[in-house]
C-alpha cells in the first residue's frame, strides 16, 4: 500500500513541475523550495526521497528549456540529471561519474577557459576506473575553482564550493570515514549549487 501511494505522490509532484513550469516560469523558486524542504523531511524520517531529489533536477532542465538561451548551462543540467538518475537509481556509478566529469567540462566552457591537466589521471584507468574517474572530476572540479577565484567570478564560486562540500560528504562516506547513512544529505550542499546556476542566469 505504502509503495503505491509513494508511486503516486511522484506521480503528482511531476505533473505538478510540468504544469508549472509551462505556465509560471517564476515559480521555480517556490517548487524547488518545496521539493527541497519536502525531501529533508523525508530523509530525517529515513523514507526514501530520491525520486523527489531527482525531481528538483528535472524541475530545473524544465526551467532551463523554457527560460534559458545559455546552451552550456542547458547542457550541464542535461548531464546532470542524467547523472543524478544513474547514481540515485541505478549501480551504473562509473558512468553517473563520466557525466558529471561531462557537467564539469560544459562549466569550464561557461567560464570560458581549458584546462586539460585533470586528464593526466586516465594513466591509471586501469588500475581502479572509478577512483581514477573520481580523481578526473575532482580536479576538473578544482581548477574551475581555481579559475573562478582568479577571475572573481562569485556566482560560478558559490556553485562550485557548494558541490565541493557535497562531493566531500559522498567521498568521505566511501572512505568510511563518515555512516553511509550520512550521504544522503549530500543534497543539503548539491541542491543549492543548481538553484544557484540555474537563477544567476535566468532571464
Given at each position: ?184 544529505f549530500s543534497w543539503l550542499f548539491y541542491f543549492p549549487s543548481q538553484y ?8
Amino acid at each position: 500500500m505504502y509503495l503505491y501511494f509513494n508511486k503516486f505522490i511522484n506521480f503528482l509532484i511531476l505533473i505538478i513541475v510540468l504544469i508549472v513550469n509551462n505556465y509560471f516560469g517564476d515559480m521555480m523558486l517556490f517548487i524547488n523550495l518545496m521539493l527541497f524542504g519536502l525531501f529533508i523531511f523525508f530523509d530525517i524520517l529515513n523514507i526514501n526521497s530520491s525520486y523527489i531529489k531527482w525531481f528538483t533536477t528535472l524541475n530545473n532542465f524544465i526551467y532551463s528549456i523554457l527560460y534559458l538561451k545559455n546552451s552550456f548551462i542547458l547542457k550541464a543540467v542535461f548531464f546532470s540529471l542524467i547523472a543524478d538518475y544513474l547514481l540515485l537509481f541505478t549501480d551504473y556509478y562509473i558512468l553517473g561519474i563520466i557525466f558529471f566529469i561531462l557537467v564539469q567540462i560544459q562549466y569550464m566552457k561557461l567560464l570560458s577557459y581549458q584546462s586539460y591537466l585533470p586528464w593526466l589521471f586516465l594513466i591509471t584507468i586501469f588500475i581502479d576506473s572509478l577512483t581514477t574517474l573520481a580523481l578526473v572530476y575532482l580536479f576538473f572540479s578544482l581548477a574551475n575553482l581555481i579559475y573562478c577565484i582568479k577571475s572573481k567570478n562569485t556566482n560560478m564560486l558559490m556553485v562550485i564550493t557548494l558541490l565541493l562540500c557535497c562531493d566531500i560528504i559522498i567521498a568521505l562516506t566511501y572512505l568510511k570515514i563518515l555512516p553511509p547513512s550520512l550521504c544522503k544529505f549530500s543534497w543539503l550542499f548539491y541542491f543549492p549549487s543548481q538553484y544557484l546556476l540555474i537563477k544567476k542566469h535566468s532571464p
